[in-house]
């Protein structure tokens, strides 16, 4: 009897030994579980920051990009309006070169009409005349204006106008035999195209 009082005894410490570890053990779960929440909350709180951190940083770049823009757009618009009104100058004054270098053709023909009055002399205005025709004709050859070679030519619809057809023995069908207005090229552009008697 007193053996079996001692194996209950001995058994009653041994459970009580046990709980005291299962507390310990559920004591040190609890103390990681407080520990482990606290690291969470803290992890949490610094993500927090770092995107309200992240987010500051962003509305910043699209305030300098808006600002940029901004500034872009405005530049255009003054180099659109500068474009625009140096355009309508240069068409408003595009023969401004060519007139200035007319004027010393209008002096010369002043000059002859003036000294025919004073002298009457038709000669030497024709002879003057001629000089200030073949003058202006080198000045605008200056510029890229040629006369058209037409008569003999096949008749071409982009650089003659035919004001009439004719009966030529001479010629085939279709081929310019007379000039009545001559045409005029500026550069490879027809200025104006020849006005033609055609054979037809």
């Known amino acids: 009897m ?17 709980q005291g570890a299962d507390v310990q053990e559920e004591a040190a779960v609890d103390h990681n579980d407080d520990i482990d929440s606290s690291e969470d909350s803290g992890e949490a709180g610094g993500q927090e920051e770092s995107a309200s951190s992240r987010e500051q940083e962003l509305e910043r770049l699209a305030e300098e990009h808006q600002q940029r823009l901004l500034r872009t757009q405005a ?7 500068r474009t625009q009104k140096e355009k309508e100058e240069l068409a408003q004054y595009a023969s401004m070169k060519l007139v200035g270098q007319l004027l010393p053709v209008m002096d010369n023909f002043e000059r002859a009409v003036g000294a025919s009055k004073e002298t009457g002399d ?17 000045l605008l ?13 096949p008749f071409n619809p982009e650089f003659h106008q035919a004001v009439m057809t004719v009966e030529s023995d001479e010629h085939e069908e279709g081929i ?19 006005m033609v008697k055609v054979s037809g």
């Open 176 to 194: 310019v035999v007379e000039e009545l207005q001559k045409g005029y090229m500026l550069k490879e552009k027809v200025l104006r195209p020849a």
């Open 122 to 138: 038709f000669e030497a205005l024709s002879k003057g005349v001629d000089m200030i025709f073949r003058q202006m004709a080198q």
């Open 2 to 18: 007193a053996e079996q009082e001692k194996v209950n005894t001995v058994e009653e410490q041994e459970d009580t030994l046990n």
């Open 75 to 81: 530049d255009f618009d003054n180099f659109r309006r």
């Open 141 to 153: 050859e200056q510029e890229g204006l040629r006369p058209m070679e037409s008569v003999g030519q």
